[in-house]
């Protein structure tokens, strides 16, 4: 059973930093793909951060330059560093990675409000 484990979600006030972490547990495959998604209450899922087998990555516009994304150097592990987090920051952080055979993991997801 392949398992996404996130850890470090939580409270954080506007400004603030958190950081989160991703590591893929049970059944090995060759990670090609990790990064995190998040949804915002009456919001669509959509992308955060992503990084790819070579390095590159891909990131939305609302968070280029306080998001950092990371990757250990197993490959089984990612980071992301929220800095400055902002009120619209607030949702479910989701790991993610695509699996073999066009499957899709997912974290179960860790809430980060930024709030007071």
């Known amino acids: 059973q392949v398992q996404l484990v996130e850890s470090g979600g939580g409270l954080v006030q506007p400004g603030g930093s958190l950081g989160l972490s991703c590591t893929v547990s049970g059944d090995t495959f060759t990670i090609y793909n990790m990064g995190w998604y998040r949804q915002a209450p009456g919001k669509e899922r959509d992308v955060v951060a992503t990084?790819?087998?070579?390095?590159?990555?891909v990131e939305d516009a609302s968070v280029k330059g306080r998001f950092t994304l990371s990757r250990g150097n197993t490959r089984r592990t990612v980071f992301l560093q929220m800095n400055n987090l902002k009120p619209d920051g607030t949702a479910v952080y989701f790991c993610?990675?695509?699996?073999?055979?066009?499957?899709?993991?997912w974290g179960k997801g860790t809430a980060v409000p930024v709030s007071p």
């Open positions: 990084i790819d087998i070579s390095g590159n990555l």
């Open positions: 993610y990675s695509p699996g073999p055979l066009g499957r899709q993991y």
